[in-house]
Structures are given as C-alpha cells and as structure tokens.
C-alpha cells in the first residue's frame, strides 16, 4: 500500500496542493499534518506513522511524500528514518525528486540529496552568520527594538541642558522623550565624544 504523508508548517497554510499530488501518485491513505518541522517540534501524526509499533506500516508497504523537506531537517535524522523504514521493510518515494529507495539506485539518490540539503542549510546559516558578524564589525545594530529616538533629539537636549535654565524634565518634554531615557542618551552620548 503507499502510504502519503502532507505536511505544512503551520495553520493557516494549506495541504491540498500536496494531498492532490499524494493521490495523483496512487496513494490510498494519506496521513495530513499541520506541525513545524524545526528540531524538538512535535509533530504527533508524523510520531506515530514511523512508530514500529503503531501498525500504521507494514512490510511492504511505501512511504511516499511531495518533498524531502516533509520528512526532516538534516542528513542524520533522514538516514535514521531510511534505516528505519529498509530495516522494516517499508519503500520512501519522494515525487518531485523522482526518488524511490525500493531500488539501490533511489536509496544512493536520496542519501545524497539528503546531504546536499543538510550542506544547504549551513550554508545558509553560515552566510547569515556572516553577514551578522560583519554588520557587528561596523558597529551597527543587530536585532533587538529600533531606537525610539533619533541622534537629533538627543543634541537638542544637550544643547537645551547646556545653554538654557529648563529643567531636565521640560528639556525632555520638549525634545520628545522621557527624563530617564533623556539622561541616559545624553550620557552616553557624552561618553562617546
């Protein structure tokens, strides 16, 4: 029997364009799921349906899925299923890479585009690494809340601090901003020149 497996990241995205081509492919059953595949996520339906255990395949059955991305995230995990599934008899057909592990030749294909896509995301991780290590080096800012305030509004309120008789909370209301959030850019503005 091929068994189908859909999945989406999250609710509101939709599995019907995976589902239909699960049942152009001949699947009879197909087990639908909407769960994140990151590391540590649950993915309960997913859990159960490689279970050995839970009778939901059987020898000779196939395993079949629209993308190498509903099954895993890295080479380790995508070959612990592989020896799984051979161990219990069970096919992986993956559709839009042509893959069937029934044959030697699909089981050596998958094995390298699993590691092809696990190089692919470290590869991404790695240049977004990068690009975050080189924005540090030049001293911008990296993640975290926009400043509220602009470098103008703090001059303002040293010029206003240095020139004039207002007190520090009418220099605050006037350039914009609370005493204590004044202070503190004033200060380290200071600090800095």
Not at 49 to 64: F, K, V, Y
Not at 111 to 128: F, H, K, N, S, Y
Not at 147 to 161: K, S, Y
Request: proline share 3%; net charge positive; charged share 30%.
């Amino acid at each position: 029997m091929d068994v189908g497996y859909a999945r989406v990241s999250s609710q509101d995205q939709d599995l019907r364009r995976q589902v239909d081509e699960l049942q152009a492919a001949g699947c009879t059953r197909i087990i639908e799921e909407k769960a994140s595949g990151k590391h540590g996520s649950k993915r309960p339906k997913w859990e159960a349906l490689i279970d050995p255990n839970s009778g939901q395949l059987r020898a000779g059955d196939r395993l079949t899925v629209v993308e190498l991305s509903r099954l895993g995230r890295s080479t380790s995990q995508l070959t612990a299923l592989l020896r799984n599934l051979k161990k219990r008899e069970v096919g992986l057909r993956i559709l839009n890479g042509g893959i069937d592990t029934t044959t030697p030749a699909g089981e050596l294909i998958f094995t390298i585009i699993a590691g092809v896509a696990q190089m692919e995301r470290d590869l991404i991780a790695e240049r977004t690494k990068s690009a975050l290590d080189a924005k540090r080096r030049r001293g911008e800012r990296i993640g975290g809340r926009k400043p509220t305030h602009t470098p103008e509004q703090v001059r303002r309120a040293i010029n206003m601090l240095d020139t004039t008789d207002l007190t520090g909370q009418e220099v605050a209301n006037a350039v914009g901003m609370s005493r204590s959030r004044m202070y503190a850019l004033v200060a380290r503005e200071r600090a800095a020149s």
